[in-house]
């Protein structure tokens, strides 16, 4: 990648949300200019406090279900509300953030050198059948459940990127993103990670959905903006390909984790949520002979990142009246 007359340009939408701010960063730290696009719908711009101060970072209030001015030679599109009680809330927004956006992504890229990349979902396999989950496998999606306009928009953009890829000759890749955690994840999202390092912190009990047996792969997100960024510098991808980390948890065993790093926090029941998928590991042996991705850090190492971000901005909130 060169820089100074040489700097290409990335669109990133989603910019202010959780992965999308880190690829920010990531991408200005590789030298490209990088336009921020966001409606702030979930996002804080407080996660582009860094990029803000860098002078070839540009954020643009818009949204991506709206037509796109912004000359771009490559496109990230991070836009859509991607925690269940985010998307559960808006559930026509996030149906129509991922399939309008998708398609006004091809419009803009369409007739030019324009790559995509699409952030896509472990929640394409719905409540697998088949585990652990390769890219080949199509999923087991309710289409009319709590959780469908999440995952049915995802499959729906990701026909459509696909359909611009054959028909149109798009440059189009597509990550299926699985359970990624990190700082700047937000306290309120209700993931397992935030709710239970939010939780740990204020003193409360750990709430476990179900009897805590289901079991999730959890990515920490430097590994995760380390495997976009490979696919960006690949060729063309004419397939999926999984992003996550392949270590499987069950619930109770991170609240345990999470119990034995902060101490002194119990536990309490829930009731599980509807379609809450039972099972859940990514095959990424095509990222791995592909891109060499390999994730570096372990779950323990990464909550302890995790919750020292946390206590650093919760610390804040408390000073602030927030939390
Ligand atoms: N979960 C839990 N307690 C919480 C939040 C989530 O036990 O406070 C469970 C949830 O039922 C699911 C898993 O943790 O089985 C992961 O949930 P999350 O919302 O983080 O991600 P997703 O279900 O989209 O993988």
């Known amino acids: 990648m060169g820089l100074g ?3 290409r340009t990335v669109l990133v939408t989603g910019a202010a949300g959780f992965i999308g701010s880190h690829m920010v960063d990531r991408l200005l730290a590789e030298g490209f200019e990088v336009v921020g696009l966001d409606n702030l719908m979930t996002g804080d711009l407080s996660n582009l406090e860094a990029a803000g101060r860098d002078v070839h970072f540009h954020f643009q209030s818009g949204d991506v279900r709206e037509p796109l001015h912004v000359y ?3 496109v990230m599109n991070f836009a859509c509300p991607a925690s269940p009680v985010h998307y559960q809330h808006e559930p026509y927004a996030t149906f129509t953030t991922s399939v309008l956006g998708a398609l006004n992504l091809i419009q803009m890229a369409r007739g030019r050198p324009c790559t995509i990349l699409h952030a896509s979902t472990s929640e394409v396999y719905g409540d697998p059948l088949v585990h652990p989950q390769p890219e080949t496998y199509w999923g087991n999606v309710n289409p009319i459940g709590e959780r469908s306009c999440y995952d049915e928009g995802k499959r729906g953009a990701e026909t459509a990127l696909n359909d611009a890829r054959r028909r149109l000759g798009v440059d189009v890749r597509i990550a299926r993103i699985f ?3 990190g700082p700047r994840m937000a306290f309120g999202d ?4 935030s709710n239970f390092l939010v939780q740990a912190l204020v003193g409360k009990p750990l709430t476990i959905y179900g009897d805590g047996s289901q079991t999730r792969s959890f990515c ?7 495997g976009l960024f490979r696919m960006l510098r690949h060729g063309p991808l004419d397939a999926p390909v999984n992003l996550g980390n392949p270590g499987e948890f069950t619930i109770a065993e991170l609240a345990e984790l999470v119990r034995e790093l902060v101490g002194g926090v119990g536990l309490e029941r829930h009731p599980l949520p509807a379609d ?5 590991r990514p095959d990424i042996t095509r990222a791995r002979s592909l891109l060499g991705f390999d994730p570096q850090v372990p779950l323990r190492e990464g909550v302890a990142r995790t919750l020292a971000d946390f206590r650093a901005r919760l610390g804040e909130d408390v000073v602030a009246g927030g939390a």
């Open 179 to 181: 359970n990624t955690y």
């Open 220 to 226: 920490y997100v430097d590994d995760l903006v380390e």
């Open 276 to 280: 809450d998928p039972k099972q859940r």
């Open 190 to 193: 209700g993931r397992v990670v």
């Open 72 to 74: 771009a030679e490559i």
């Open 5 to 7: 007359a040489k700097r």
